[in-house]
């Protein structure tokens, strides 16, 4: 790809350049956090300052005295924890690792753009700022934060604290390396460890005074397997907001920034574990209930709740779709809708003229390429935009697009134990392909969704405003868990939010508007694409739903978290492959989808946690509600799938392509 105004191909002067000599040029890391040096700590001097925390010395004295441990093994404990923890920063290893990234970035990667514009403006701003800045990525791969700080090199700004997890930790050689760039480590859980809790918790107070380098963090706390925005998580978040009140630092920035790839890293085993395979346990080769006490300052959880919505906002609103995302999001509609017409290159370059200006210029999104109207020009987009994907999508001799069989029946161990249900290798042989696909069309809901879930709400005989905002706003809950939509209370923030939808689709005549009547318009392409969208998300709400509601008779199997997902999965195979009504798309088996569902579902009270173990029992009267209110949709399901369609299009690749795990 070209050049854009925006955006610098930061590979390109690697290329000409020695990588020896460029790593070990002349540098004094810019750092972004100035200090006075009697506040500047040294690695040791933030040890200790954590050792002696108010918190932490009681948090000692409570487990001496509640447990009969000597204090001396409780303190030698304490040290441990905070050892294992602490990130020990050394520019002559970052030197020596970034020959070895330089390298690698070069053969992975064709080229990385960065928005050289911005990251001049936030160095130029660090330099007179005495704010503690916080970097907050989005996470969609495992190369985001050797991405970032890559690019903090480049810059000649210094790396960040990281905050990283104990995989990466329990890697050998490698996680000493990363701790040696910056990374500090957290252990996944440790909610009722309270020393372990006390010193994380002093830690990060301490680095956000004390520490003049920036903090990284991802606030979704896990990756996006399927490459959407997730929930906030709030915990290391509301840690670094309290430091504010408590008046440790003057103000504290936040930075968010989005990362888009045009082929995710890890994008096939995403489709595996989507589908319930356990992903390979991260290696070095691989890679190349009690509270006892508070703090004495809290920020009230809907502050901290305000910016993690704030920071995923930011992220999604600085997405830049690629070409290859409005390809997916074309063929997925014409799989449903014209299984018998596959796409061929001119009739593909103008639905994506069409919707790819819908897009950026209805719904604010950012694209990759710049607008043009020149047919050749358009067809040339898309071709180059299928090289990196030829493993999956591809144009015959006949200009036709294709797509690739990329499961394989021999990449799979049976014996491993999968996530979910056991699925077969016919509903295997559909599944990964289309899910492959629609981890592509994921990234452009995050432009869609409120117009989507605006479309499944319209009957064809006309709706009642009124009607519209409420079924609009039960899909909204529902789905807000999915989407990343923050709860509104305000009902005329709500109707705001739906209105700017609805005049959307208005002015593009997907709708029309007689009184206080709404019809579907004339651009019928446009509302079924909308609408079928959104559409295996709606299903799998109602299956859940009705599998909750049946549950009760089946008296053997008890209500757990893993049991939903399991049963879910074998009703969803089973419903998909004999050609029901309801999740008759593939990417309705995604394990993600039914956590986030679930998820929601609990927060709703739909659901309820018993008392004792890890069961829950069902709210019949809210589930019968909820079942009769979606069942009051008026969801058109195509007549096509993806079982019917995918064998007249499947192109079976060479030996040597099949899937790897």
């Not at 006949?398 to 999968?418: D, E, F, I, K, Y």
């Not at 077969?424 to 969704?449: C, D, G």
């Not at 998909?576 to 593939?586: A, V, Y």
């Amino acid at each position: 790809m070209e050049r854009t105004s925006r955006f610098v191909d930061m590979l390109k002067e690697r290329r000409k350049d020695c990588d020896f000599f460029w790593v070990t040029r002349p540098m004094d890391p810019l750092v972004p956090h100035i200090l006075p040096p009697e506040s500047l700590y040294s690695r040791d001097q933030v040890i200790e300052s954590v050792l002696l925390d108010a918190q932490v010395r009681a948090a000692i004295d409570t487990i001496v005295q509640t447990t009969g441990a000597s204090l001396q093994d409780v303190e030698k404990s304490a040290r441990i924890m905070i050892n294992e923890m602490a990130s020990k920063a050394d520019l002559a290893t970052v030197r020596w690792l970034g020959i070895f990234i330089t390298k690698a970035m070069k053969r992975m990667f064709s080229k990385i753009y960065i928005n050289d514009a911005i990251l001049h403006n936030l160095k130029r701003e660090t330099q007179i700022s005495q704010v503690q800045y916080i970097y907050v990525p989005s996470h969609r791969s495992y190369f985001d934060f050797i991405l970032l700080s890559y690019i903090l090199f480049s810059h000649d700004m210094a790396l960040p604290n990281i905050a990283a997890g104990m995989d990466f930790y329990n890697m050998k050689i490698v996680g000493e390396l990363l701790r040696k760039t910056g990374a500090f480590y957290i252990r996944r859980s440790f909610s009722n460890d309270l020393l372990y809790k006390q010193i994380f918790r002093a830690y990060i107070s301490t680095i956000v005074s004390h520490s003049n380098r920036a903090i990284e963090f991802f606030v979704e706390g896990t990756r996006s397997r399927s490459q959407k925005s997730t929930v906030p998580k709030y915990g290391l978040l509301s840690i670094i907001l309290e430091s504010v009140l408590q008046g440790d630092v003057p103000d504290i920035r936040f930075v968010p920034m989005s990362i888009s790839y045009e082929r995710p890293p890890e994008e096939l085993l995403f489709v595996y574990e989507l589908l319930g395979i356990p992903k390979p346990k991260e290696s070095t080769s691989g890679l190349f209930r009690r509270k006892v006490m508070h703090p004495s300052f809290k920020v009230p959880p809907s502050i901290v709740e305000d910016i993690g919505y704030l920071i995923i906002d930011s992220h999604k609103r600085n997405t830049v779709l690629m070409p290859i995302n409005i390809v997916a999001l074309l063929l997925n509609e014409r799989i449903q809708t014209r299984p018998n017409e596959p796409y061929t290159l001119d009739s593909l370059s103008t639905d994506y003229q069409y919707v790819k200006g819908f897009i950026t210029q209805s719904l604010k999104a950012s694209m990759w390429e710049t607008e043009t109207n020149d047919v050749s020009r358009i067809k040339q987009e898309i071709l180059e935009s299928l090289k990196p994907h030829n493993e999956l999508l591809t144009f015959d001799s006949s200009n036709t697009l294709r797509v690739r069989q990329r499961h394989s029946g021999t990449a799979l161990n049976r014996s491993t134990r999968v996530k979910g249900h056991a699925l077969s290798e016919q509903t295997m042989f559909v599944a990964v392909p289309a899910i492959n696909i629609a981890i592509y069309v994921n990234p452009t809901l995050t432009f869609l969704a409120k117009t989507a879930l605006v479309a499944a709400t319209v009957e064809e005989s006309g709706t009642r405003a009124d009607v519209l905002l409420e079924r609009y706003e039960l899909l909204r809950r529902l789905l807000s868990t999915e989407f990343v939509l923050r709860p509104i209370e305000d009902k005329s923030l709500l109707r705001a939010e739906w209105e700017s939808s609805l005049n959307i689709l208005l002015a593009e005549g997907c709708l029309r508007r007689t009184k206080d009547l709404v019809f579907p318009g004339n651009n019928t392409g446009l509302f079924s694409m909308l609408h079928n969208v959104v559409l295996p998300f709606v299903d799998v709400v109602y299956v859940m739903c009705r599998l909750l509601f049946e549950w009760t008779e089946k008296p053997v199997i008890e209500l757990t978290d893993r049991a939903v997902l399991v049963e879910m999965q074998k009703e969803v195979e089973r419903l998909m492959l004999e050609n029901k009504e309801w999740c008759r798309h593939p990417y309705c088996l995604s394990l993600d989808l039914y956590s986030a569902t679930w998820s929601n579902l609990l927060s709703q009270g739909v659901a309820v946690a018993q008392e004792r173990g890890n069961t829950y029992r069902t709210e019949k009267a809210k589930l019968a509600h909820l079942i009769g209110a979606l069942r009051e949709l008026p969801l058109r399901h195509p007549a096509g799938s993806y079982v019917d369609a995918l064998p007249s299009i499947i192109s079976i690749p060479p030996m040597n392509m099949q899937a790897k795990l």
